[in-house]
């Protein structure tokens, strides 16, 4: 079920096609909000050395 936490809100509703067909620029910036909160923000309980910047506030 993890794999669920990994997909931007709008993935799985349809509204994506029309999204990247009518406004690609917000479709790429949502991909790369969704691409900073899994990389930067998110912390996953069983893996909290994924988090770059946790890593470095840590150490």
Same mark, same amino acid.
């Given at each position: 079920? +993890? @794999?669920? +936490? &990994?997909k931007? @809100?709008? =993935? #799985?509703? #349809? #509204? =994506?096609w029309d %999204?990247? &067909?009518n406004s690609p620029r917000i =479709?790429? &910036?949502e991909f790369k909000a969704g691409k900073a909160l899994r990389e %930067?923000?998110?912390v996953s309980p069983t893996t909290p050395e994924y988090d770059p910047d946790e890593a470095k506030r840590a150490g």
């Amino acid at each position: 079920m +993890s @794999h669920l +936490s &990994r997909k931007p @809100h709008w =993935v #799985g509703t #349809g #509204g =994506v096609w029309d %999204a990247l &067909r009518n406004s690609p620029r917000i =479709v790429q &910036r949502e991909f790369k909000a969704g691409k900073a909160l899994r990389e %930067a923000r998110y912390v996953s309980p069983t893996t909290p050395e994924y988090d770059p910047d946790e890593a470095k506030r840590a150490g």
